[in-house]
């Protein structure tokens, strides 16, 4: 069946340091892949999406390339910032009724 | 918009009492869900509706769960009776249609003593 698989936090980072979140995922046919941010106190909240291979989902400095041959969709960002410091889930969209599945999340820590 | 909203945004009850959280969805929206977060099993799809219908609730933990949509503008999710371990944080979200960006709510954190 479809999944979704993400790194274990927590991950714990200075300001300005550079950011990996590993996604990998296990879907049939061609799913729509997804970063959503869960900010402390409050709910999840999209981050950028890719709807097919090899695109590139980006926004406010992150990024996440969609690619098919590595079945990956892993976040990316040059320099964090504290206010970076979140929760980060991995999500897919795929088969017939396309509701979405899940990971675990990761949480980030970023120290000033 | 006014985003997704929740009510309540806290809830401190006791075991045996029935808990009832709300929703509404934002205008336009068709489909609606309902989702659950703990610490141990991170977050977990209840059901989701579609045109008011309820699609999926195979995520539903048990009987003492149940949820309606009444119409496009107002959902509820009813636990009766509450235990402590439905402790957690409910959060509601909308979609315009299938496959597409869901817009979650503020949550309502359940606390059963």
């Known amino acids: 069946g479809n999944s979704v698989t993400q790194m274990e936090g927590p991950v714990t980072l200075s300001e300005e340091a550079f950011l990996t979140i590993n996604c990998t995922y296990t879907a049939t046919g061609y799913p729509s892949l997804f970063w959503y941010v869960q900010y402390p106190g409050e709910g999840l909240q999209l981050l950028l999406k890719?709807?097919?291979a090899d695109d590139k989902g980006s926004n406010k400095g992150f990024e996440a390339t969609y690619r098919k041959e590595t079945t990956s969709f892993h976040l990316e960002k040059g320099s964090v910032q504290v206010s970076d410091s979140a929760v980060y889930f991995c999500a897919l969209s795929a088969g017939n009724n396309r509701k979405l599945i899940w990971g675990l999340g990761t949480s980030l820590a970023v120290n000033p | 918009d006014a985003g997704v909203i929740q009510s309540p945004r806290h809830e401190v009850t006791e075991m045996g009492q029935e808990v009832t959280l709300r929703c509404k969805p934002i205008s336009g929206h068709d489909y609606l869900f309902w989702y659950r977060q703990t610490m141990m099993r991170g977050l977990e799809l209840l059901i989701y509706?579609?045109?008011?219908?309820?699609?999926?609730d195979s995520g539903m933990p048990e009987d003492r769960f149940s949820a309606k949509m009444p119409n496009a503008s107002f959902s509820t999710l009813k636990i009766q009776p509450s235990e402590p371990r439905d402790s957690a944080v409910y959060f509601c979200?909308?979609?315009?249609?299938?496959?597409?960006?869901?817009?979650f709510g503020p949550g309502t954190r359940l606390l059963v003593l």
């Open positions: 509706f579609n045109n008011n219908v309820p699609i999926d």
């Open positions: 890719a709807t097919k």
């Open positions: 979200a909308s979609a315009r249609g299938e496959g597409e960006t869901q817009y």
